[in-house]
């Protein structure tokens, strides 16, 4: 029967043996792993590695004893294991493997991926109710079997995160923000459930987490481990022991629907040493029961009777952040809406309410209207309180950065330069004097490229070359424009950065341009092509900056940049990088890593402060 799930009770003293133990008998009970995995074939084992938890919290990622036990089992049956994730957006997937025990793993001679850095396809969704293709990191189909691995815990969106959910990880940033604010994240997961069908989960509930999950709530020592074919039906006998009834399971039931899994107990057949899911039953504590300490008079919530828990509870999630950082005030006189607005109540709706949730998309012209199903916190946080506010409340779990790395053109100043024209004029000069190809394809390369490539020049033809550059740097620079909150977030910066300008362009030229925007005294150096031997996308600008600081290591630098050059740079340089309007397909056929892509300067403060693990 797959409809098998077994649950495992570990002794009350466990040790890291009793868990090695509960997994392959929680496997076995489960009617094993013989028939599906193959030998000579490879399995993606995916734990949750959600993000760093706070240092006195378990249960927010998968322990990687269990991760380990799996691996194990299925090297056993003659198949090559793989431990793969990526983190949340704007988390380092890295940083949460060297604190968390994977990094012994990968010692001891696993294989432990970092998903982030892998390439990226498409794949088709034959039956997809949101989308019609996905993307996915590679992996997913260069393996011949896929295994989640999840941790027990709640979650403040969807009430709970299992199995299923643990499948995002399968899935670039890019992607897991538009499940929120795009497809809507109940359809979506289930599309990508039904794509890559994993044949296998296996539960961490050694320490669960209760409370407002998935990162931070309260351990809970569960010492328990719970395992299946049907996700579904994993995920449900899961939930079923946290307390929650079938129908508060959003998910898993849009996958019984759609016939990806079993949901209801007369469906399921449980094994394993527990005969009674009520002797072990606890009733976690979820996001609803904060509401009460979160709500006061200061401001209005609008809650429909229809209102979905994804944005009921995103609301909620939300107000913790904010009366945790301390900005309560700011949400004084706030009307707040989330589910369809009930009859008659469009009427009172002034441009300084916030609409939350897709199904307000109709009244977004009335009031500050924030998408998604549900949508995610920061944008909701940001249109309660405004933009910037939420500050440091996650400092302590993320990367602690001191000092940014700023492009120019189109990043701080848009200087209106014609790149496109600078490259022509190059490349001409360069045929003309016969110190490059005619069959080299134009499209793929940028100014500094084409320098690269260009044989040696003498003298003159340098001087001639600078002097096409530096003029239509000179003419674009004459009717450049500030960026939209550029002066506003620097001010902010520079209280807590060392900042500093790297440019392709002259160092005078940039000086003068950061001169007339009043923006020069927020910089600590300013660096162009007189410092550089090479141009970006050459790391040697990076490199020159950091070794005037030798006091701040690599890992506490950032760049922030308009262009894959710039991620480049900063990538080869051996620092974090933050697009700013970035051509992301650039991004990914360059294979730039990067932190996230922004779309308003005003975003990078609570990018640098902030990090949204839902």
């Given amino acids: 029967?797959?409809?098998?799930?077994?649950?495992?009770?570990?002794?009350?003293?466990?040790?890291?043996?009793?868990?090695?133990?509960?997994?392959?008998?929680?496997?076995?009970?489960?009617?094993?792993?013989?028939?599906?995995?193959?030998?000579?074939?490879?399995?993606?084992?995916?734990?949750?590695?959600?993000?760093?938890?706070?240092?006195?919290?378990?249960?927010?990622?998968?322990?990687?004893?269990?991760?380990?036990?799996?691996?194990?089992?299925?090297?056993?049956?003659?198949?090559?294991?793989?431990?793969?994730?990526?983190?949340?957006?704007?988390?380092?997937?890295e940083d949460v493997i060297s604190v968390s025990g994977y990094d012994k793993l990968r010692k001891l001679g696993y294989e432990v991926r970092d998903l982030k850095t892998e390439p990226v396809v498409n794949i088709p969704v034959p039956f997809g109710k949101a989308l019609k293709q996905l993307s996915v990191y590679r992996i997913v189909k260069e393996v011949d079997s896929i295994i989640t691995v999840p941790v027990m815990k709640t979650h403040d969106q969807l009430e709970v995160s299992l199995g299923i959910k643990n499948l995002k990880g399968l899935i670039?940033?890019?992607?897991?923000?538009?499940?929120?604010?795009?497809?809507?994240?109940?359809?979506?997961?289930?599309?990508?459930?039904?794509?890559?069908?994993?044949?296998?989960?296996?539960?961490?509930?050694?320490?669960?987490?209760?409370?407002?999950?998935?990162?931070?709530?309260?351990?809970?020592?569960?010492?328990?481990?719970?395992?299946?074919?049907?996700?579904?039906?994993?995920?449900?006998?899961?939930?079923?022991?946290?307390g929650l009834s079938k129908d508060e399971l959003l998910i898993e039931n849009e996958a019984n629907k759609r016939g990806l899994g079993k949901l209801n107990n007369e469906d399921i057949q449980i094994a394993g040493n527990v005969k009674d899911i009520s002797n072990i039953k606890r009733s976690f504590t979820r996001v609803k029961d904060f509401g009460d300490k979160l709500i006061n008079d200061d401001f209005k919530l609008v809650f429909n009777e229809?209102?979905?828990?994804?944005?009921?509870?995103?609301?909620?999630?939300?107000?913790?952040?904010?009366?945790?950082?301390?900005?309560?005030?700011?949400?004084?006189?706030?009307?707040?809406?989330?589910?369809?607005?009930?009859?008659?109540?469009?009427?009172?709706?002034?441009?300084?309410?916030?609409?939350?949730?897709?199904?307000?998309?109709?009244?977004?012209?009335?009031?500050?209207?924030?998408p998604g199903c549900p949508p995610e916190n920061l944008p909701v946080i940001e249109a309660m309180i405004g933009k910037g506010k939420i500050g440091m409340r996650y400092s302590d779990i993320q990367q602690t950065y001191q000092g940014i790395i700023f492009d120019l053109d189109n990043t701080l100043i848009n200087s209106k330069i014609d790149f496109g024209k600078m490259k022509r004029e190059v490349f001409n000069f360069f045929l003309d004097n016969q110190l490059i190809s005619s069959d080299i394809e134009l499209s793929y390369h940028t100014v500094s490229t084409l320098i690269e490539q260009a044989n040696s020049t003498t003298d003159q033809q340098e001087e001639r070359l600078w002097q096409i550059i530096t003029s239509i740097e000179a003419e674009g620079m004459s009717k450049a424009e500030l960026e939209p909150g550029a002066k506003q977030v620097l001010e902010e910066l520079?209280?807590?950065?060392?900042?500093?300008?790297?440019?392709?362009?002259?160092?005078?030229?940039?000086?003068?341009?950061?001169?007339?925007?009043?923006?020069?005294?927020?910089?600590?150096?300013?660096?162009?092509?007189?410092?550089?031997?090479?141009?970006?996308?050459?790391?040697?600008?990076?490199?020159?900056?950091?070794?005037?600081?030798?006091?701040?290591?690599?890992?506490?630098?950032?760049?922030?940049?308009?262009?894959?050059?710039?991620?480049?740079?900063?990538?080869?340089?051996?620092i974090s990088f933050i697009g700013y309007r970035c051509n992301e397909n650039d991004l990914t056929n360059k294979e730039v890593n990067y932190i996230t892509n922004i779309e308003s300067l005003e975003h990078l403060l609570n990018i640098l402060f902030w990090r949204d693990y839902r």
């Fill in 1 to 93: 029967m797959n409809n098998k799930v077994s649950i495992i009770k570990l002794p009350s003293n466990y040790q890291d043996s009793d868990i090695i133990d509960g997994v392959r008998q929680a496997i076995k009970q489960a009617n094993g792993l013989i028939e599906q995995i193959k030998p000579e074939t490879k399995v993606l084992i995916t734990p949750n590695l959600v993000a760093v938890p706070p240092e006195d919290i378990k249960g927010a990622i998968t322990s990687p004893v269990v991760t380990r036990a799996v691996a194990d089992y299925i090297t056993e049956l003659g198949a090559t294991p793989i431990i793969g994730d990526s983190s949340a957006v704007g988390v380092n997937t």
């Fill in 172 to 242: 670039p940033d890019k992607t897991k923000k538009a499940f929120h604010n795009e497809y809507g994240l109940v359809h979506a997961v289930n599309d990508l459930l039904s794509s890559i069908k994993p044949i296998f989960s296996v539960i961490d509930a050694t320490y669960a987490l209760e409370g407002l999950g998935p990162v931070y709530g309260e351990s809970v020592n569960m010492g328990m481990i719970l395992a299946g074919k049907d996700l579904v039906s994993v995920d449900s006998v899961a939930s079923e022991i946290m």
């Fill in 306 to 370: 229809n209102v979905c828990t994804g944005c009921k509870n995103t609301v909620l999630s939300c107000l913790d952040d904010i009366h945790t950082e301390g900005f309560s005030d700011y949400l004084k006189g706030t009307q707040i809406y989330a589910g369809p607005i009930p009859k008659g109540y469009d009427q009172d709706i002034v441009d300084s309410d916030v609409l939350i949730g897709s199904c307000l998309a109709k009244h977004e012209e009335l009031g500050n209207y924030v």
């Fill in 494 to 574: 520079t209280k807590d950065y060392t900042l500093t300008v790297l440019t392709n362009n002259s160092t005078r030229a940039a000086k003068k341009a950061l001169e007339k925007f009043q923006l020069a005294d927020f910089f600590d150096l300013v660096v162009g092509r007189a410092e550089m031997e090479k141009l970006k996308p050459s790391p040697c600008g990076v490199i020159y900056v950091l070794e005037q600081y030798p006091e701040l290591s690599y890992d506490k630098w950032v760049m922030i940049g308009d262009s894959w050059i710039d991620g480049k740079a900063a990538q080869s340089g051996g």
